[in-house]
């Protein structure tokens, strides 16, 4: 069955510390890969991307996330972190059901940034 | 800029009633979601829409149902609403392009079913 694993369900970080955030899939076939964020109070809206090429991709506000296929692992990362990055964070992975693309979401990793 | 709007953001019910969220999308997206969204599960897709007048079933349609009669309206409706219905309700759109579109998602609506 098609699933996306985040291990981490809260993390807590000092400002400037860095981050990672685990994300697994298990997906058959080409696999598009996805990380959200739900600032507080706000809409959840897309961080980064892959869909194909450099498997390294770079998101908004300095976080970026590498696909390394033969772990199935799309882990989110950002050098050094701010307390605005306080929000929750969902990994996502899609294909296509029918005439409709389905994306299938991670539970979400909370992090809370220590000012 | 994109928008899609939820015609509430907070909802109290009282159990058996019937319940209706309307969201709307003005980027003429083909394919919009109804997720909810509950604490330590994530998003779990209810139904999805990829035209008007057609639905699918996502991974928890039990206890709800959904229409679609014009492109840029999606409904979620719940027949009788029961307090294990009490979640977070999220909508979104995507643009037709098979397996690399970006959902562009509502502000959710917090539905309480007392």
């Known amino acids: 069955a098609q699933s996306v694993s985040q291990h981490n369900h809260h993390v807590i970080l000092s400002e400037a510390a860095s981050l990672e955030l685990g994300c697994n899939y298990s997906y058959g076939g080409t696999v598009n890969l996805f990380w959200y964020v739900q600032y507080p109070g706000q809409h959840l809206q897309l961080l980064l991307k892959?869909?194909?090429?450099?498997?390294l991709v770079k998101g908004i506000k300095g976080f970026e996330a590498e696909f390394i296929k033969s772990k199935f692992s799309f882990n989110l990362r950002k050098p050094s972190v701010q307390w605005s990055d306080t929000a929750e964070y969902f990994c996502?992975?899609?294909?296509?059901?029918?005439?409709?693309?389905?994306?299938?979401f991670g539970s979400g990793t909370r992090l809370s940034i220590r000012p | 800029d994109v928008k899609v709007t939820q015609s509430s953001r907070y909802l109290v019910k009282r159990t058996g009633e019937k319940v209706f969220l309307e969201c709307v999308q003005d980027m003429d997206h083909e394919n919009m979601f109804w997720y909810r969204q509950d604490p330590g599960l994530g998003l779990r897709l209810i139904y999805f829409s990829y035209d008007v007048k057609m639905k699918e079933k996502g991974d928890i349609p039990e206890g709800y149902s959904v229409s679609r009669e014009k492109k840029e309206r999606f409904s979620l409706i719940l027949e009788s609403a029961s307090t294990n219905q009490t979640s977070m309700y999220l909508c979104a759109s995507s643009p037709p392009r098979e397996g690399t579109d970006t959902q562009y998602f509502g502000p959710g609506t917090r539905l309480t079913v007392l």
């Open positions: 996502a992975v899609s294909g296509t059901y029918s005439s409709a693309s389905k994306i299938i």
């Open positions: 892959y869909f194909s090429g450099d498997p």
